[in-house]
């Protein structure tokens, strides 16, 4: 469709005018323009609603929500177009089967073998056995071998020793969807572990003896503790009223040795509104600073988001400073759960927070354990109701503890904005499907590319520069402070407000870090070449020259041009409510967005999905990291006066 | 960029000849100018029941008026006090932390000077018309947006000579009364008529400068508290009194108060000499600067203003991973 125009939606600059297209797996638009065809390229998968506006005399609105976050406000000329249009995305945003899903298409020209090395890229044997399992107290178990016990969980489960087949096949008889305690994370100093599982169908005054007994195996299982922690982590109001639907929780009379504990986070259905509330406030025009906090503070965003870290907390201390192992549950055992065990397991485990570390937590507790990807997120047309930013709350737990501990974690901001955006995207296969029997089932490993592999081909962007492995910071348990912390807990404008350029800083510290790390180390690389040099020149001298020995210069001038200072921003809207002078003829364009165009050159740096020979996501994203070394940086703003039209001052 | 006090229009709407061609003289023929006055259109209009008011459309034709509140006195302590005990109060939860700060208003005052300063700098720099800034008495919100702009406007006044320039040109010898302003802080019972944070406002809308620009600072977050400190309590005479006026004069008569030091020049040290000393200087300096030429606009949309927590938490939580991340970037970018 052509002489679309694309709003900004923060600024009433003039819109874009370009031409919309709509292909298979994309929706694009495309700027026109003299030199630069700006492109904005959206994932059908990453559509989340479409609504058309009024029609106004300028054309037909479209209003583009998507997963990610990312708003687009389109304005099509014709009513005909923009209703073809809107039909269109809506059947396109929600496919049918998962053949239509783009990772069943993308195509990044990898062979076969690569592929497959892809996959096993992060292997969850490999990692149980780094925890230490099996051992004395943990054997692996294959009563799932056939899925045949439970459908939603892998094939291999680590269980304690004395839980036999029996025991195990029993106790998930008596759990809701059949989900048995199995090991989520061992600590093996001091043999303490975290279980997971579903609630037990208690109801009243049921009782199962072999579930008792797998409780009383994962107690054993730690000899260190005489007691087992069991964390519901529903409010209690919710757990007691499952009681009278056949399910409930545990019985501290009925489970020996267990200490019960309650500790409240909100259902899908409160989380999936509680976005909603605070996405809208994200999109207020021009809010004040009450709009905001009471808006935020309504949507109840940042309190749910603690109520996931203060469970996580409470489980990392109970296994690190109690030596007590938990057996944790929600209702299914698969949301609330899968947040609060790796919360835990991120504390507790300093692996967790290197980059490895972090997809083998993902793919531990949400991949393997059968996190409903497909029904959370929306991979193919489903009920509503299921739908809920469960992942993201647990990423936002991980942004929550960087800001709190920066040198703690090897990975950056990027990363995990990264592994949002591609939960939802469906261009890799590692989030589809609801369960491993479902993937399997697809052959995904066969079909499709994993996420991991491509991020970790990437790493170096995904890299925190404050990190090091021996830092205190890195070391051991991480103990955020518990209370008072409210003011701890920030709204993350680097993910909700992820596209909307005016709110970020155009200097990321990051990227300059680590271009600073990276040629220090190539400094020193060089300095060592050249010391070898030396020292080789002066044995085979003798005695002839006197070699001055070079001075261990740490030069200042490490050549990094400060060509992140070049890009000139631009004055938002400070006032809109004013009368005056004409202002001053408007400029025909922005010559600093000329400069966030994705060429190959400046994307290399920053955001690497974005290739433009391969596919392109989305356009004009987080371009505010440069090159220092002047390599691939983008054109350099010469004067302050970029030709910006004045927009303080309302005509 | 110009400032003052109100005109003294008063209820006969004066006017004033020397006064207009005092502005007159600035404006080349044809030019336009902007006054700001930071208060209400209607403040402004009851300020001239009591002797003051606002320039008359007629008798400067030239300049056009805009009106931008800023909260001053009374009701910024308040805000003041309000935020401290907010931040002190264990009781709170979750549930009630973002309104409880709403209610305290003080990050709202953060939006407004901001939003101010950048429409005079946006004045001067996109309209390339020259700005009047006054309040009532010019010495407080007035100087909070001179002070601003400049920072926003002039590479050198983010350095950190041209900085403690700055302060000393646009607050000290400007005539902030220090003094009144900078009593007893947000802990006190006093409740003082004349106490009011302006100059911690302006420090911590440089602080959300710093935090939207990392590397256009020459200065970092320690200098600013050290500065916030100096103004209510210092070893140093540099925040001493009420203007260069009490500075100077002899403590007899004039009603001064008879502890007011005299002679702050002779009987005091510089806090710029002291900070600029080199051992004391390295620990002010930020180690991502890098100048930058241009302007520097901030954002300030609700989500790119924060609280301030390295100063309203400073004695509450441990800034230990902080610190730990800020010595690793003194460490990577510092120039060893």
């Known amino acids: 469709v052509e002489n679309v125009r694309l709003l900004d939606r923060l600024s009433s600059r003039k819109a874009a005018l370009g031409t919309l297209y709509l292909t298979a797996t994309h929706v694009i638009f495309v700027e026109n323009g003299s030199e630069t065809r700006k492109e904005t390229w959206v994932l059908h998968s990453q559509i989340s609603s479409v609504e058309k506006q009024a029609t106004t005399a300028t054309g037909c609105p479209l209003l583009i929500r998507c997963k990610n976050f990312q708003v687009i406000q389109l304005v099509i000329p014709q009513e005909r177009d923009c209703h073809d249009v809107y039909i269109s995305l809506i059947r396109l945003a929600r496919p049918v089967k998962y053949e239509e899903l783009y990772c069943f298409s993308f195509n990044p020209k990898l062979d076969k073998e690569e592929r497959e090395q892809g996959w096993k890229l992060v292997n969850l044997n490999e990692e149980y056995n780094r925890m230490g399992v099996p051992n004395n107290y943990w054997q692996i178990s294959d009563v799932n071998r056939d899925y045949g016990v439970c459908d939603s969980y892998p094939t291999e489960v680590y269980v304690p020793k004395s839980a036999t087949a029996h025991i195990i096949v029993g106790s998930s008889k008596f759990r809701s969807r059949r989900r048995f305690p199995a090991l989520s994370y061992y600590c093996k100093d001091n043999n303490a572990s975290i279980c997971r599982s579903s609630q037990p169908l208690s109801g009243f005054s049921a009782r199962c003896l072999e579930d008792e007994q797998m409780l009383q195996a994962i107690r054993k299982a730690n000899p260190g503790s005489d007691f087992l922690y069991v964390v519901d982590t529903r409010p209690k109001l919710n757990a007691m009223a499952n009681r009278a639907a056949g399910k409930g929780y545990e019985n501290e009379d009925n489970y020996s040795n267990i200490k019960f504990q309650f500790i409240g986070i909100e259902n899908i259905h409160v989380m999936r509104n509680s976005l909603q509330k605070m996405l809208e406030v994200c999109e207020l025009k021009s809010p004040s600073m009450s709009d905001f906090l009471w808006g935020l503070e309504n949507s109840g965003w940042l309190k749910h988001i603690k109520a996931i870290m203060d469970a996580g907390i409470f489980i990392a201390k109970a296994v690190a400073e109690e030596g007590v192992s938990v057996l944790v549950h929600c209702s299914d055992g698969w949301d609330r759960t899968a947040q609060v065990c790796s919360v835990a397991s991120l504390l507790l485990d300093p692996y967790y927070r290197t980059m490895k570390g972090f997809m083998v937590l993902i793919e531990k507790d949400w991949v393997s354990f059968g996190h409903k990807f497909n029904h959370r997120y929306g991979n193919l047309d489903g009920d509503p109701k299921e739908i809920s930013p469960v992942i993201d709350q647990f990423i936002e737990c991980v942004w929550q503890l960087m800001e709190q501990f920066p040198c703690a974690f090897e990975f950056n901001e990027r990363f995990l904005i990264h592994i949002q955006h591609h939960i939802y995207s469906c261009q890799f296969g590692n989030f589809l499907c609801n369960s491993q029997k479902e993937r399997r089932e697809l052959k995904i490993q066969e079909r499709t590319y994993s996420l991991w592999a491509h991020l970790w081909k990437h790493r170096a962007d995904y890299l925190n520069p404050l990190y090091r492995s021996d830092h205190s910071q890195t070391q051991g348990t991480l103990r955020p402070q518990m209370a008072p912390c409210n003011f701890l807990y920030k709204f993350w404008s680097g993910m909700y407000n992820r596209f909307e350029k005016g709110l970020h800083p155009r200097q990321s510290v990051t990227d300059y870090l680590m271009a600073v790390k990276e040629e220090s180390q190539q400094l020193e690389e060089e300095l060592e070449v050249l010391r070898e040099r030396l020292a080789n020149l002066q044995k085979s001298q003798l005695n002839d020259n006197k070699v001055k020995s070079k001075q261990d210069d740490r030069s200042k001038h490490l050549g990094l041009s400060t060509s992140n200072n070049s890009l000139a921003n631009t004055p938002q809207e400070y006032s809109n409510d004013l009368k005056s002078f004409p202002s001053r003829s408007p400029s025909q364009g922005d010559e600093e967005d000329s400069a966030l165009i994705l060429t190959q050159d400046n994307l290399k740096s920053s955001d690497p999905d974005l290739s433009a020979n391969s596919d392109q996501e989305s356009g004009v994203e987080d371009l505010s990291c440069r090159s220092p070394s002047g390599g691939g940086c983008l054109p350099s703003e010469d004067s302050g006066k970029d030709s910006d039209e004045a927009v303080f001052l309302a005509a | ?336």
């Not at chain 2, 709407?13 to 259109?41: H, N, P, Q, Y």
């Not at chain 2, 939860?93 to 305290?104: A, G, H, Q, T």
């Open chain 2, 1 to 336: 960029m110009l400032r003052s006090s109100q005109p003294l229009t008063g209820p006969n709407r004066k006017r004033c000849r020397e006064d207009e061609m005092l502005l007159g003289t600035v404006l080349d023929e044809g030019e336009r100018g902007f006054i700001i006055d930071t208060r209400s259109a209607q403040a402004a209009k009851q300020a001239r029941m009591m002797g003051g008011g606002t320039e008359p459309k007629s008798a400067y034709l030239q300049w056009k008026r805009l009106h931008r509140p800023l909260e001053r006195g009374r009701l910024l302590q308040e805000s003041f006090i309000k935020l401290v005990e907010a931040c002190n109060d264990t009781s709170i939860n979750m549930d009630r932390w973002l309104s409880r700060l709403e209610s305290c208003r003080w990050l709202s005052h953060v939006k407004a000077a901001l939003s101010t300063a950048c429409l005079a700098a946006q004045c001067m720099d996109r309209e390339e018309a020259s700005v009047l800034v006054h309040g009532a008495e010019g010495t407080d919100t007035t100087l909070l947006v001179t002070a601003l702009a400049q920072v926003i406007l002039d590479p050198s006044c983010r350095t950190l000579m041209g900085f403690q320039g700055l302060l000393e040109r646009e607050w000290v010898e400007a005539g902030h009364p220090f003094h009144l302003r900078c009593a007893r802080s947000a802990y006190s019972h006093a409740r003082l008529k004349q106490e009011a944070p302006l100059f911690l406002l302006f420090l911590d809308c440089v602080w959300q400068l710093s935090r939207q620009f990392p590397f256009s600072l020459e200065f970092s977050e320690r200098l600013l508290l050290t500065l916030f400190d100096n103004a209510y309590a210092s070893a140093y005479g540099t925040f001493l009194c009420n203007n260069e006026k009490e500075r100077r004069v002899r403590g007899q008569g004039r009603a001064q108060p008879s502890w007011c030091l005299c002679k702050v020049k002779e009987n005091t040290h510089s806090l710029w000499a002291w900070l600029n000393q080199p051992g004391e200087k390295k620990k002010y300096l930020n180690p991502l600067y890098s100048h930058n030429a241009l302007v520097i606009w901030p954002s300030v949309e609700p989500q790119s203003i924060q609280l301030w927590q390295g100063l309203f938490f400073r004695w509450i939580r441990s800034s230990q991973y902080l610190d730990e991340a800020w010595a690793e970037i003194q460490r990577l970018a510092g120039g060893s």
